[in-house]
């Protein structure tokens, strides 16, 4: 059985072609090891700057794609949809427009609802837009003479809730609590709660465009101005009493919260592009 032979003095050969002038990666290692001769230097590895985990997964808010999901942000959804309340705000002259802002709406069983609205001299509109038929679907016109209360604070639930929610919002009062039905008060879809709750949009972070109309506090100071010029004006037999605006917790009453748990997830309440389900 014959032995291979030993090898010693083999050496490294690299492959060049004719005109190649860039070294070899075994040549630049050889290199880098430096002359038997000369004092050994510890050998320095260059390597190419690794990608973050930063860019490849910034803040989602700011990647167009999931932006894009939400209809309200394509090209001229928000402002078709300005245009079809100035229209509808025609209809009742006398009143002057003091600002549009984009808010989501929660309903007093938690569920998140995409509105719009729209403060004028004498009423507060709440408006349901279906940005991807880009139509109106519910209008709801509240009198800013009727309204007695506003609260900004956190949101809080019954201490055996199972769906609880975090962030701060603000709950205008129109209508008597004590005069509120338990069959309006335990119905999801009940149009007689005699308050509304809202917080800011989820695309607030999109764009300077977005950033102004969905902005809480922003609404919240305009529509302060315009309740208490309201109750200025008010000849009728509007409430009297002024406007208090409090800061306390918002109590939002639920337990189970199974619908609510199963809608917020899904954004069930928004004109979401949902691939090949639909809206």
């Not at 990666?25 to 050889?30: A, F, I, R, V």
């Not at 279906?130 to 007695?148: E, G, H, N």
Request: aromatic residues 10%.
């Amino acid at each position: 059985m014959s032995k291979i032979g030993s090898f010693e003095g083999f050496q490294p050969v690299s492959l060049k072609q004719e005109g190649d002038d860039q070294p070899s990666e075994t040549d630049q290692l050889s290199t880098e090891e430096g002359d038997p001769g000369k004092d050994p230097e510890p050998s320095r590895i260059s390597r190419q700057p690794s990608v973050t985990e930063s860019t490849l997964y910034p803040n989602p808010y700011h990647q167009p794609y999931v932006s894009r999901k939400y209809f309200v942000t394509r090209p001229g959804a928000i402002e078709t949809a300005m245009e079809d309340l100035k229209g509808h705000m025609a209809k009742t002259p006398g009143e002057t427009i003091q600002g549009f802002w984009l808010l989501t709406e929660i309903d007093h069983w938690n569920n998140e609802k995409e509105r719009i609205l729209l403060v004028t001299d004498k009423t507060l509109l709440i408006c349901k837009y279906d940005f991807i038929m880009l139509s109106c679907v519910q209008l709801q016109r509240i009198p800013l003479s009727a309204v007695y209360r506003i609260c900004l604070g956190k949101f809080v639930f019954p201490g055996m809730s199972l769906d609880k929610r975090q962030g701060e919002g603000l709950r205008i009062y129109w209508g008597s609590l004590e005069q509120q039905s338990l069959l309006s008060r335990w119905n999801p879809w009940s149009t007689e709660v005699p308050y509304a709750t809202f917080t800011e949009h989820p695309m607030k972070y999109t764009s300077e465009k977005f950033l102004e109309i969905c902005k809480l506090s922003g609404f919240t100071s305009k529509l302060v101005a315009a309740i208490q010029n309201a109750h200025k004006n008010s000849t009728g037999s509007g409430r009297r009493k002024g406007l208090m605006v409090l800061t306390e917790p918002i109590l939002i009453e639920t337990y189970m919260g199974l619908m609510s748990f199963i809608g917020n997830r899904n954004k069930l309440g928004y004109s979401l592009a949902r691939g090949s389900i639909g809206f």
